[in-house]
């Protein structure tokens, strides 16, 4: 079942992103200087937390907060990358899932195959080209990884109980807890082996964040507030 059915308001944040570069380019053009860094937020999550929620609240916070406006980055800049670069959206989304022996193969034989790896140094760049200008919300993505050696960046990762993880899933999709269960932990292997393959690290890592949240015991809610009180005084 694709992630996609219950990832909300991905229009608006594809609206958001084409705004979020126009304005930019303005700025840039106005003051013909590269803009001061403005925080980078990351956040990422075990494969059944409360991340959108968390973010889209983050996003609402960070711009009463600030007076300026911000950018959720999440699976829509894959729609992005794919429409202005003619790269298949089902190769971008099935990033990580593919036998790496086979994609080498496939990108030698057909000259019509876009290799995983060249995807997904696109998205990296993509990405990273908006965490350097600051304000936005970087929502799973590896961000915690590609931004590390960013100073204005703040890392955060949600975990939660297995059965926490399993009821919000079931909840969410519609399904039986044990269908729910056996959801988890294929998309959380896929999660990880992309991870692995691709940056080479392991997001579970706790060394990677500033700080983690227990979603089993802490609302959306109360984490959004947290982290927007912890950047205010960081930044």
Known sequence: MPDN??????DLRIGALEEYNRTQKLKAARHHQRPKKRCCITLSRQYGCQGYPVAERLCELMQQQTGEPWLLIDRAVLDEVAKHHNISKEILENLGEK????????????PRWTHSQDCFRLLCKH???????????????????ITRHFEHAWHFR????????????AQRLKMAEEEAEQFVMRQQRQRDAFVRDFLHQNDHDQLLY???FNNDRIEPEKIAQTIACFVAAEC
């Open 5 to 10: 059915l219950f990832i909300p308001s991905v």
């Open 99 to 110: 036998n790496r022996i086979l994609d080498d193969l496939l990108a030698t034989f057909s």
């Open 127 to 145: 990405v990273v080209s908006l965490a350097e200008q600051g304000n936005v919300i970087i929502l799973e993505l590896g961000g915690a990884i």
């Open 158 to 169: 949600m975990y939660g109980s297995p059965s926490f993880k399993v009821r919000t899933i």
């Open 210 to 212: 500033d700080l983690l």
